[in-house]
């Protein structure tokens, strides 16, 4: 079975499965988790994973339009890991995005596993079934640099724990400064926490998801759970700056790291505002990708398969 699969089977069997977080009153709690050699390797500075792993969870909070509050972490810990340093790069991420770990478990594991629930709090939650045809589909940033960084660790480049990134020999300057951005993004991902919080503030704003899986693995589920489509134009999707200069001399397939790249963590979500009006009233600005629809999710007329993370596929 491959990971759609078994969350259909997951939603038969418990109904209220479906969002990027669990609503419970006024609340939201979501679990996510890192998994060595799944989600990371070892060649990835310890400080990192514990960044990540505690914003992806924040970026389920996000999409929720959540202020997050508290989290429990479980782990498990193989003799490789510096546990100390671990809880206080857990304990700094925290801090930093003003919430508070209140508890969880530890374990022995052959391989490193970091488990984390989070709850928010949220007088409108944002849900993926609100989409309404005739709805603005948005981004919240330029896509592209994340499934562009991953690529390039993968072929050579290193990131050491102070956030410095060498590339292999004989790349230019230029090149490298846009590895390093892309890689950076990857590894130390920031979650869009503020403007979740502001869309659910704005009743307009119709649903949301975070872009975990890649722009069109998500825009299948939001769509999904909303019973409609999306047109989708390609050249209204921001990019990743330098993305397409630099990236394509060092490998990087633009249109797959942008349409199916993961680990993103922008928000995408739907409005009957017009793009100005909107970032107008975000402060900040926001991307119209295209339309919500009755059915179907094209990319330019064409359809848009979902091409995006399974972790079973």
């Known amino acids: 079975m491959n ?32 998994i060595e050699d799944v989600d ?17 969870n924040l970026s389920d909070i996000a999409a929720m339009g ?25 304990a700094g991420a925290a801090a930093g ?24 709090r949220t007088s409108r939650p944002l849900l993926r079934s609100g989409a309404r045809p005739g709805d603005r589909l948005y981004v919240s ?36 400064e846009f590895g390093a951005a892309a890689i950076r993004r990857h590894v130390d991902p920031e979650p869009e926490v503020a403007l979740g919080i502001a869309l659910s503030a704005i009743g307009e704003v119709t649903s ?9 693995t998500d825009l299948h589920h939001l769509c999904e759970a909303s019973q409609c489509g999306a047109v989708v134009e390609r050249d209204r999707i921001p990019v ?11 490998g990087i397939d633009v249109a797959r790291v942008v349409l ?9 979500f739907t409005s009957s505002l017009r793009e100005s009006e909107l970032s107008g009233r975000l402060g900040r600005p926001v991307y119209a990708i295209g339309r919500i629809t009755d059915r179907d999710v094209l990319l330019d007329g064409k359809p848009l398969q979902p091409r995006g993370w399974d972790h079973f596929a």
């Open 260 to 268: 199916h790249g993961g680990e993103e963590y922008a928000l995408l």
């Open 208 to 216: 949301c998801i975070d872009i975990s899986d890649g722009l069109s």
């Open 97 to 120: 995005h003003g919430i508070e770990i209140v508890g969880g478990d530890l374990s022995r594991a052959e391989k490193l596993v970091i488990s984390i629930t989070a709850a928010g």
């Open 3 to 34: 990971e759609r699969e078994i969350v259909e089977h997951l939603r038969r069997v418990f109904p209220k499965v479906g969002d990027d977080a669990a609503v419970i009153g006024d609340r939201v709690v979501t679990n996510d988790m890192l």
């Open 40 to 56: 990371f390797t070892r060649a990835i500075p310890l400080k990192f994973i514990a960044r990540k792993s505690l914003a992806s």
């Open 240 to 250: 990743f700056p330098d993305l397409e200069r630099n990236g394509v001399p060092l």
């Open 66 to 90: 959540a202020t997050p509050e508290w989290a429990v972490v479980a782990l498990g810990l193989p003799p490789w890991v510096d546990v100390h340093r671990l809880i206080d790069d857990l």
């Open 141 to 176: 940033r330029p896509l592209g640099a994340a499934g562009a960084g991953l690529q390039l660790l993968q072929n050579g480049w290193t990131i050491d724990a102070n956030g410095e990134v060498t590339p292999p020999s004989g790349v230019a300057y230029a090149q490298r």
